[in-house]
């Protein structure tokens, strides 16, 4: 069972070994989640995990290939469209989102304070729309 606290006696050498051909960030995305969090005895999680680790890759190529490539292409019609790197990377970002979000990592105090806050907000601006306060 994952264990939803940081796990201190996990190190770099004990984590499971990874994929062989992950690049430098996959391999980061990797280790980082694996040096916080026990997957040894969950390899679904595991196959997510790597699956974010390869996207993680994927998005550093794309970004790097799309640094010399213009905003917008031409479209079939000759119109200008947005250039199909920026269209993959959404794709891929998004992806990332999904592969992460299904591995049920807690969130950081951050997370849950930014949400408080917009709750908090969305909550006052109801009660001064429902009893017309401002």
């Given at each position: 069972?994952?264990?939803?606290?940081?796990?201190?006696?996990?190190?770099?050498?004990?984590?499971p070994?990874?994929?062989?051909?992950?690049?430098?960030?996959?391999?980061?995305?990797?280790?980082?989640?694996?040096?916080?969090?026990?997957?040894?005895?969950?390899?679904?999680?595991?196959?997510?995990?790597?699956?974010?680790?390869?996207?993680?890759?994927?998005?550093?190529?794309?970004?790097?290939?799309?640094?010399?490539?213009?905003?917008?292409?031409?479209?079939?019609?000759?119109?200008?469209?947005?250039?199909?790197?920026?269209?993959?990377?959404?794709q891929?970002r998004?992806?990332?989102?999904?592969?992460?979000?299904?591995?049920?990592?807690?969130?950081?105090?951050?997370?849950?304070?930014?949400?408080?806050?917009?709750?908090?907000?969305?909550?006052?601006?109801?009660?001064?729309?429902?009893?017309?306060?401002?």
């Amino acid at each position: 069972m994952t264990n939803l606290e940081s796990v201190p006696d996990i190190t770099p050498d004990t984590i499971p070994a990874s994929p062989e051909d992950l690049g430098d960030a996959g391999l980061e995305l990797w280790t980082r989640i694996n040096t916080t969090f026990d997957f040894a005895d969950e390899p679904g999680k595991l196959a997510i995990l790597e699956q974010a680790a390869r996207t993680v890759d994927q998005i550093e190529a794309l970004e790097e290939a799309k640094k010399d490539a213009p905003l917008t292409a031409k479209g079939s019609m000759g119109q200008a469209v947005i250039h199909p790197f920026i269209q993959e990377l959404r794709q891929q970002r998004g992806s990332l989102n999904s592969l992460m979000k299904s591995l049920g990592l807690p969130e950081s105090d951050e997370e849950t304070a930014a949400k408080a806050e917009r709750r908090s907000k969305a909550g006052k601006a109801g009660a001064a729309g429902r009893w017309g306060r401002q």
